[in-house]
């Protein structure tokens, strides 16, 4: 993706999920919908469908658009630490370590045991921990944990007032400006 626009680059990662979402088949009580599923024309309806496979897959998507935003506009971009056998977040620019979510719905011991642990270990290694989710309706829990765990937590319009103040790229603007640029359904 090298010498390519940001553009051009975030077009390319969002028709990649395209051609998976339309090869998904669609197998129902959430109305909500975000940026990213007006992007790809999924409506709360085929969402619940497959919550799993599609929290998952929009996951990994805002992942690699957030990241890349990151990677194109910051010269001090770094890919995601490793310390040991974790993977503690997905990016690092200046004094930030960044995850990135698309929605915290596990509740699960394991999970919020990591959220708590990996705060403090990203603090001790220098770097202040962010967590950019795009959703707001993430599990009460979760977020309770992240925020034992001291990381700063960002949804929603937060989320992207953080990536546009560090990067000058407003994404929100960009997502709202492609809706429907990508349907999932022909």
Same mark, same amino acid.
């Given at each position: 993706m090298t010498g390519m626009t940001l553009d051009a680059k975030l077009n390319e990662i969002l028709s990649r999920f395209r051609e998976t979402f339309v090869n998904k088949s669609? %197998?129902?009580e959430n109305q909500d919908h975000d940026v990213l599923m007006d992007v790809f024309g999924i409506t709360p309806k085929i969402k619940r469908e497959n919550r799993q496979y599609w929290g998952r897959e929009l996951g990994m998507c805002w992942q690699l658009i957030v990241s890349c935003v990151f990677q194109h506009m910051r010269q001090d971009f770094g890919p995601a630490l490793r310390v040991g056998s974790d993977e503690p977040c997905d990016f690092i620019f200046d004094r930030y370590a960044v995850d990135t979510k698309y929605r915290i719905g596990s509740g699960d011991s394991g999970t919020l045991k990591k959220f708590r642990s990996y705060g403090p270990m990203l603090r001790e290694l220098g770097y202040e921990p962010v967590f950019l989710i795009l959703r707001q309706d993430n599990l009460p829990a *979760?977020?309770? *944990?992240?925020? %034992?765990g001291t990381w700063e937590v960002l949804t929603a319009n937060s989320s992207f007032q953080f990536i546009e103040t560090h990067t000058g790229f407003d994404l929100y603007r960009f997502l709202s400006q492609i809706k429907g640029d990508f349907p999932v359904q022909r």
């Open positions: 669609y %197998s129902e *979760a977020i309770t *944990a992240c925020n %034992s």
